[in-house]
């Protein structure tokens, strides 16, 4: 448990910087929903869009490993919104729970893990699997979002509704934005790559601080059960469970299958993949719930069991490689 414990630990310390800002009322009730807006609307975007800005051809032309990691992310997704939406949960909501289930925290843990044990040899995959994370699901539970929360019967207005409110996003502009000036082969100028380090450099500490915040606020009992338990679904310690096991067990686990038996992929690399899957929940779900007004007490209180959780299958994970696995 030691090996993971000095990266982990500055997350929890964040996050419970934020609980008792909120517990001893040195913030108010508002805080969480403030802060939440600064990081969806400028230190996420920036951050995004510096990802995708400086990704060469070169780092993100890695198919074995992107369809491995990928494809083990999009069943637990897909697997995931399926059963959420058979238990009754609204598209948008059934969406932040799928995302829950599958948004590895490759920014703020993926990469120094991954660069303590694999030196630089592990900075190309792990910004390929921040990427996918970050950029391609991400815009894809976005998209969900949209689809689900517009009235219109019509497809093509609906279509259209989405892509009205898609392009005022700013999580779909901004890696949008990065990608195009990596194709065109654009620089950043010196003074605006400052403002995008200083605004991406604030996204995950203001992100586990406003996770913190919402901890600290009490959660009426018709909310924390409604969410979960609406239409027969199961009690939310139940999903709040199914969704860590989902994360921290399933992924890693389809990772390996695919990794190992169908692309064949070097040791290093396949266990590169299977370390990045099974990262615990990052603070994007969370981000999305507040962010869109859904229910976001599931989807805390899984980042916090996946990240508590991670001490010991990530402990348990780094033995096996030591041992060959």
């Known amino acids: ?25 040195i913030a108010g009730p508002a805080a969480s929903v403030e802060l939440n807006r600064f990081v969806v609307w400028l230190a996420l975007p920036a951050l995004m869009f510096k990802l995708m800005a400086h990704a060469s051809w070169a780092q993100l032309y890695q198919p074995a490993f992107v369809a491995a990691f990928g494809l083990a992310c999009a069943a637990v997704f897909v697997m995931t919104l399926a059963w959420r939406l058979r238990a009754g949960r609204h598209l948008a909501d059934a969406s932040v729970d799928a995302i829950a289930a599958s948004y590895a925290n490759t920014a703020y843990i993926g990469f120094p893990l991954v660069l303590a044990l694999f030196g630089d040899a592990g900075i190309a995959p792990a910004t390929v699997a921040t990427l996918l994370v970050v950029s391609v699901l991400f815009s894809i539970a976005v998209v969900l979002i949209e689809v689900g929360l517009q009235s219109e019967r019509r497809p093509r207005k609906v279509a259209m509704k989405v892509l009205h409110r898609m392009a005022r996003n700013p999580l779909i502009v901004a890696p949008a934005a990065g990608a ?36 600290a606020e009490k959660q009426p009992a018709a909310r924390t059960a409604g ?26 686990a389809l990772t390996w299958w695919l990794a190992m038996r169908v692309f064949m992929l070097p040791a ?36 916090l069991l996946s990240t508590v959780g991670s001490l010991i299958s990530l402990t348990i994970l780094l033995g096996w490689m030591r041992h060959g696995g």
């Open 268 to 303: 290093p690399l396949a266990q590169m993949a299977v370390l990045l899957a099974a990262l615990p929940t990052g603070t994007g779900p969370f981000m999305l719930a507040e962010f869109y007004r859904r229910e976001a007490f599931i989807t805390a209180r899984t980042i």
């Open 1 to 25: 448990m030691l090996s993971a414990l000095p990266i982990l630990a500055p997350i929890f310390a964040l996050i419970l910087a934020g609980f008792a800002l909120r517990w001893r009322g």
């Open 180 to 215: 195009a000036v990596a194709v065109a082969g654009l620089p950043v100028p010196a003074p605006a790559e400052t403002f995008l380090d200083l605004l991406g450099a604030a996204a995950t500490p203001c992100a586990l601080v406003c996770l913190g915040l919402f901890l």
């Open 227 to 252: 969410a979960a338990g609406k239409a027969g679904s199961a009690p939310g310690s139940s999903v709040m469970l199914a969704l860590t096991a989902g994360k921290l067990l399933l992924q890693p």
